[in-house]
């Protein structure tokens, strides 16, 4: 270790994190503040980075899951040399087009593995990297797959529910590479912690099988004590830190007052008389620099004989491994999705698209072995594993199923988690009801453009008799909202297998399915090579002249060719519109768009689901034939009929329409 | 006791249900079977409830968590002589319009405490009523207030995140009133628990100052012993009953196979001849029927003990009671409220909604003693309470706040039991982007149609530069979407107020206000009585011949009033919209709803939010100024700028469509 002492090092964390907080007037001083000896010594001694190679596969992950605390790791950043944040970016804190927002962004900032603020996230992310981290090993050895992930995490982060799912899935699965370091500080926002909470932490990560151990989180000796020991374990490992929030600020430290605004300039001054730091701010002086740039440099030498041992695999390995991690799909499985088209459109299967889902994967889970299933607990109602595909177990990494319990918002972050680790496309099932149990994660994959896949089944009232808790109705709509999501509905056996296809084939962002319980006949009529669900919609029947469009997806997309039939019978020409995707649809051109839709006034929309949003493809709501409220319990047969989306009512309403 | 043996009450639960499920194939029997003897040794000697008077104030509640196992709770009531529940209904379990609906729900069926269904929900609503019930107890006293508060939680119930956040706050707050029965059969949907968990499940309760206990939860004489000792604590109790899923199944019980099923004809006539219970389908032999209905009618008793004990309160205090057990509002509330609003319109102060809602509460809560509030440790941000207003704290319930800590998903699942209870109002408070977190919650209020009301504060990219992770987007229309939520977004102080009074006044639903960080000028000109924001939509200026009309809701409603005075300087006269609530304005006649907006075609609506939805009162989505996507952290008046959210570009947008 440098001459520099300790508190140098640490200080240079406090002032930078305190004054650019000062300079942009908003921020989060008393966690850097806090935890800048954990930090220090973690990122002197323990992590394994190189700042000149910020994505290095093998580097030790480390993820601050209080994510406010950001200017701890900008901080951190600039003072080990990573060349995105110099004193610039660091005076630029939280300032409009900086790489140094207000919570570390994913994409935006290199050394941020993860985007975190919304509390619970970045530990259930970083229980996901360790997991991906095992599994990648497993397949690709550990001479090339080898390191730990580490976690700051706060209160706010543990009392978050989340956090209790992602203890109990990596106690449960036995990483023992996660260290998990916790803020002890016994403050939250309202006051002291003891407002809110009396839990045992360290008892209640023991419950779920982790190790804990405690240090002094001020002591540099005890700090490095507890994190060699939590090198080895055989267990994931929690270290509870105890530190003052806001450490150095003469009057405030140890108070709430220190965790989300400025200090003030008299109380940074006096901080600086305390500590020692008699420095303008901004400034750290060049042995202390100097002596975190050495130990920023510390893990260049573990990059460069990493690569050794990468450049020593066998090459198919070798290229393989590389073309995992970079996200790249490999060659065939689009062939492989083409051949199976074709059969479908052959054998025309009636079945539910939850199944004919599962068909997809018995296709795509072969040709990609980076795609990781799992469900939360719904297994055999998602239809998400196929034969052949292992679980992943407690110390045993190599399958490619997760159970993931009934713990769905864990789920999804964990699935975000893998897929920020990378060498993993998760995907991941639950009831199409319970995308709310995980919304906030869903949220996350969609801001940091992760390839994360959603089998979201029952998607309905077509699930019939659990009733309204379990059949969505305005989740379609609020699933839609969300920027950068990809919605699909598809509504037969070869939609499915199309949007399988495009959900696979997307890299900047994640796609969900919402898939029926019921059965669906096949109505793509002929084999095409083109995936008609690319283009978010397309006229499934009744090209040529119209009277009316019927617009539809999923399954109503078979009421309306039965409404279609009756309007025939009537006289009256009707187009029927399959929609998979609204998202997709509205990237075509306008002339496209209108081509499929004709003329707005004679348009109708069949969805068992809100109304809510058709209005962009639909005159008003009175064209939309849906679900007017919460559902109810019965046969799937009779909430149909109870809620008069039937074949006669769309006729009935289309016929209003054409003829108005 | 009855000389009936337990074996015979407990199998009357367990065919009950088995053929239940097997008419209506579809439903759950694992657990009804798995849960009889303990179900059947607490409602016939510990759970004090009076089917004559099944919503008897001071009666314990029973909260069946793992409501799939609704059958077990039709049983239940059935046998103990609930008039909702003949045999006809349980022969129509599950089947369109019968009360027996596939998950319990609250108020569609006498007995029902709660809808359940969503795992998890059950368990933390049931700790909302058992703090409630304090809180009305430490009111009213425990003459009239004194029960219990029983749940029925399966292994799914724990493994949700939802579970940590109920269970850490109930330990916290020593709600000793409160008995978990875990119904600890080693299953899961997907296997054996074991499979995706390894949890030491008394162990986590432990460490959030839970007591546990254990029992056979096949042996009466064990389960007795078990509850009488949870009847005394200075906590809550957990006991983990050992049971066996589908308990009498001869070749299927202990396995996954019961848990979603119909057992099918065979295996139930093998459960009949392994259980010794000859019985047709549906028959319970008279003495079983009677000594449960004997059992059933033992809390009359207590029920008329305790009307005696409401008799001999003082009048006023018995009315005040009975008053806010009803759910009515004190008289006075509505004075205070108008008396509040001329002064707004006097002063006229420039604030926050954030602080006008605070400013609201400063009028509500003195007029309203059961208004209780909270917030998911955001109290200095949210604004949410007032001075005065005393903290709950354990074992001390007398005040009126609740400091839930970083437990949304808690908190609103709280609410709802506290709502459920009665005698209590709840409001809280978090971030809106953070509805995320609690969004299950609010759908299950919503369904359910509970007084709830969320105070949802910075509530656009007006928060500034805590960036994308906390800028709501799409919230609003997700939330919107939601049937039967009320949502909210206050231009002014003068309709955060009115929007207040309409939330506080509706009593068969939830309401949200959407608040801003940032201040905002009183917008209302001229005071009067008529709640003007009960219309949903109402014109701000600019009556009398329009060439436009922009609409706005909230923060925008001022952009909105600046791009008048653009339009105007261009010679174009625009009406100006304030839309705080687009449910109620719907509620409208067509006829108000048109003269308020004015020409399809020649209106602009402005919200720093998703377009999405807005094509509802909108052209299209190139009439609406709002957010492309994510937000970005910055200052909030670089931000307004940087995604074109200002005045100029709203006349821009109006001017083409004034002109086009």
């Known amino acids: ?98 790489r140094t927002a207000g919570h570390p ?36 050895g550990e001479a090339v797959v080898n390191h730990r992930t580490y976690v700051i995490a706060g209160d706010g982060c543990l009392m978050e529910g989340i956090s209790q799912e992602a203890i109990s899935l990596a106690g449960h699965m036995k990483l023992e590479r996660l260290i998990v370091l916790w803020d002890d500080n016994r403050i939250c926002i309202d006051g002291d912690v003891g407002l809110a909470s009396s839990d045992d932490v360290p008892a209640r ?92 440099a510390r893990g260049g030498v573990a990059r460069v ?43 025309r299967p009636k079945v539910a698209s939850r199944k004919a889902s599962q068909m997809a994967l018995e296709v795509l889970v072969p040709q990609i072995p980076e795609l990781v299933g799992g469900s939360a607990d719904l297994t055999g109602s998602n239809l998400t594993q196929v034969k052949g595909q292992a679980d992943i177990l407690p110390g045993s990494y190599g399958g490619h ?7 769905e918002h864990g789920m999804g972050s964990l699935m975000n988690g893998l897929a920020l680790h990378g060498g993993v496309i998760p995907y991941g099932g639950t009831f199409l009801v319970f995308a709310d149990y995980m919304r906030p994660a869903i949220r996350m994959a969609a801001l940091m453009g992760l390839r994360a896949i959603y089998v979201l089944t029952h998607d309905s009232i077509g699930l019939g008799e659990d009733g309204p808790t379990h059949q969505p109705v305005e989740h379609l709509a609020s699933l839609r909202a969300i920027p950068n999501l990809w919605t699909f509905r598809p509504a037969d056996a070869v939609e499915t297998l199309e949007c399988w296809a495009l959900a696979v084939g997307r890299s900047d962002g994640p796609s969900l399915l919402a898939l029926s319980r019921q059965d669906l006949p096949t109505l793509r ?68 768009r209108e081509a499929v839709l004709g003329p707005r006034a004679r348009r109708v929309a069949v969805e068992a689901a809100s109304a809510f949003g058709w209005e962009r493809w639909v005159e008003d709501k009175t064209a939309v034939v849906g679900m007017p409220g919460f559902g109810a319990s019965g046969p799937i047969g009779d909430l149909y009929e109870h809620f008069g989306i039937t074949a006669e009512a769309v006729a009935r309403v289309a016929k209003a329409r054409a003829e108005g």
């Open 205 to 296: 990560f023991q419950a779920s099988g982790w190790r804990t151990l405690a240090c002094d989180g001020h002591d540099p000796q005890d700090i490095t004590r507890a994190l060699t020991e939590a090198q080895t374990s055989d267990r994931p490992t929690l270290i509870a830190c105890r530190t003052i929030i806001g450490k150095g600020a003469p009057t405030l430290q140890g108070t709430a007052k220190t965790h989300g605004s400025p200090l003030g300039d008299a109380e940074i001054a006096g901080a600086r008389a305390a500590l020692g730091w008699p420095h303008a701010p901004f400034e750290v002086p060049e042995p202390i620099l100097s002596a975190w740039r050495t130990a920023g």
């Open 305 to 347: 004989a990493w690569e050794d041992r990468l450049a020593s695999l066998p090459g198919d390995e070798r290229a393989t491994l590389i073309r995992a991690l970079a996200g790249d799909l490999p060659a065939g499985w689009e062939d492989a999705v083409l051949a199976a088209k074709r059969a479908l459109i052959e054998t």
């Open 401 to 407: 199923y997760i159970h993931y319990g009934v713990r």
């Open 1 to 98: 270790m440098s001459a520099v002492p300790h508190a140098d090092l640490a200080n240079a964390i406090r002032f930078l994190s305190a004054d650019a907080v000062q300079k942009a007037k908003s921020g989060h001083p008393g966690m850097p503040m806090g935890m800048a000896d954990v930090a220090t010594v973690l990122f002197t001694r323990f992590l394994t980075f190189d700042p000149a190679a910020p994505r290095w596969p093998d580097r030790d992950r480390f993820v601050l899951s209080a994510g406010h605390g950001s200017m701890l790791l900008y901080s951190l950043l600039y003072l080990t040399g990573y060349a995105d944040i110099d004193l610039d970016q660091i005076k630029s804190f939280r300032q409009l087009g900086a």
């Open 525 to 592: 009529e002929a084999y095409g090579e083109e995936n008609l669900s690319a283009k978010g919609a397309y006229v499934v029947a009744g090209e040529g002249p119209r009277d009316v469009t019927l617009i539809a997806t999923g399954s109503e997309v078979t009421i309306a060719m039965a409404a279609r039939e009756l309007l025939a019978a009537d006289g009256l020409a009707a187009a029927v519109v399959s929609m998979p995707s609204w998202e997709l649809f509205e990237a075509q051109s306008a002339e496209y």
């Open 105 to 140: 962004e994913y994409g935006h900032v290199a050394g941020a593995e993860t985007t975190t603020g919304p509390l619970g996230q970045g530990l259930a992310n970083a229980v996901g990297m360790a997991l991906a981290e095992r599994m990648t090993a497993a397949r690709f």
